[in-house]
């Protein structure tokens, strides 16, 4: 018997939380994978990301409402539970009786020993729902924060000292609310209008956005965007904002021979290829062979004929490369802190900022690896995907402290807030030159 969006939804959480998966990959997977209305995809993400951007809440919760430890309930059954209080607290169209009816049904399928225990936790939650909600109203303490926002304690303490109390606030309340998604047009196979026409007869509607040319937003879909005819003729790949910024600023030109040091899963290389007119020459370096498999079906896909893949360790000096480059690009590996909204579970990834501290090294030593790639006059970016000075501007500063034949260029550095840069996650860009 086919399993419904909620029994899938429960499937996607446990794989993201048990396995460290990524949500939106988890997601994107499941939802290939079906034939769903519009409507049950919406219900399918809506409780997956739900869930997971509120687990602390509602494991608070369950933990009130349930005798037995959160910690020793089976992990189906939890998740089960979990998903069922997201809906019950967030999903108002839908009655407390009917969720707790699918809830039973779905645990009778799986385990039917547990369906009675499911069936209790909920109707209780169910009875006790308002007053729970009142007493998580949030207040100023950072422990009512951290349960209202479901944020470790330590995160929201590092983002009040580095932002301040009420711009703290404002990022929290932003990354409650699901992202836009973006596309970027490629230029080598089609124009930005042929790309919108070609994605509207496939039911998919999208619109141009000011910063990138080639930059395209979804606004509504009807099918899956890896399902269109663009997608699987290669005229497009799906990219955050934040990424394509940073291509923009390293600006490669035709001819020029560039070096992206971390470059899974690629969609920065295959962007480079493009503004380059497949001139030139790109080496995708990158540890995770995995992921390198797939950015060169992305770069089949995509139609690119300059671009290299390799196997590479960005913080060992490989001697045949040292002033070899015009430019270097290093998205550096990091916590993804700017990346909650469309990835929540990043949220409980990291134990403390001691965790943070030790990836800043090894980002230090990955920029002292691509400064002695570029050749003199040449060009470094460098990006992270997060939010706080450890792995950003204290990275950069420090090696530019170091290194008197680099300094920043142009733009500089550049901090995209998602507060402040509507549509962008949060990103920091720092764009370094070497003195000739």
């Known amino acids: 018997m086919k399993k419904t969006p909620r029994e899938k939804a429960v499937e996607a959480i446990q794989i993201v939380v048990e396995k460290k998966s990524f949500s939106n990959i988890v997601v994107n997977e499941f939802i290939h994978q079906e034939n769903w209305s519009k409507e049950d995809t919406k219900l399918f993400v809506n409780i997956v990301y739900g869930t997971l951007d509120q687990m602390m809440k509602l494991e608070g919760c369950l933990g009130v409402v349930s005798k037995r430890p959160v910690k020793k309930m089976q992990f189906q059954v939890k998740y089960i539970l979990l998903a069922s209080i997201y809906q019950m607290l967030n999903l108002d169209r839908i009655p407390d009786f009917a969720i707790v009816n699918e809830a039973v049904k779905i645990t009778k399928k799986t385990n039917p020993s547990a369906s009675g225990f499911v069936n209790g936790i909920l109707r209780n939650f169910a009875r006790q729902k308002d007053d729970l909600t009142k007493k998580m109203a949030p207040s100023q303490s950072l422990e009512s924060l951290s349960l209202h926002y479901s944020y470790p304690k330590w995160i929201i303490h590092e983002m009040i000292a580095y932002y301040g109390h009420s711009a703290t606030l404002n990022i929290l309340e932003t990354n409650k609310r699901r ?3 973006f596309l970027r047009c490629n230029l080598l196979k089609c124009k930005p209008n042929e790309l919108i026409h070609s994605l509207e007869i496939d039911g998919i509607i999208v619109e141009q956005v000011q910063w990138i040319p080639e930059a395209l937003k979804l606004i509504e879909s009807e099918r899956h965007l890896t399902k269109s005819n663009a997608y699987l003729n290669g005229w497009f790949q799906i990219q955050s904002l934040g990424s394509m910024m940073a291509v923009d600023m390293l600006d490669p030109v035709p001819g020029e021979k560039i070096f992206d040091m971390a470059a899974a899963p690629g969609g920065k290389s295959i962007f480079m290829a493009e503004r380059m007119k497949n001139t ?6 990158d540890l995770s062979v995995k992921r390198l498999n797939q950015l060169k079906g992305h770069i089949n896909r995509m139609g690119i004929s300059n671009t290299t893949t390799k196997v590479h360790d960005a913080t060992i000096v490989e001697h045949s490369f040292i002033n070899s480059f015009d430019k270097v690009l290093l998205d550096a590996p990091c916590s993804s802190l700017g990346m ?9 990834a990291h134990k403390n900022k001691g965790q943070l501290i030790k990836m800043s090294e090894v980002q230090k030593e990955m920029l002292r690896t691509a400064s002695k790639y570029v050749k003199p006059g040449g060009t470094i970016l460098y990006s992270t995907c997060t939010m706080l000075p450890y792995e950003n501007e204290d990275v950069v500063m420090e090696f530019l402290e170091k ?3 680099f300094m920043l260029d142009g733009e500089g550095m550049k901090f995209l807030n998602p507060t402040i840069h509507e549509n962008f996650d949060g990103f920091y860009i720092a ?5 000739e």
């Open 179 to 181: 992202p836009d998604l």
């Open 280 to 285: 030139g020459f790109i080496l995708a370096g």
């Open 340 to 348: 909650i909204r469309r990835k929540p579970e990043i949220k409980y």
């Open 403 to 405: 290194e008197s034949e």
């Open 431 to 435: 764009k370094i030159r070497r003195v």
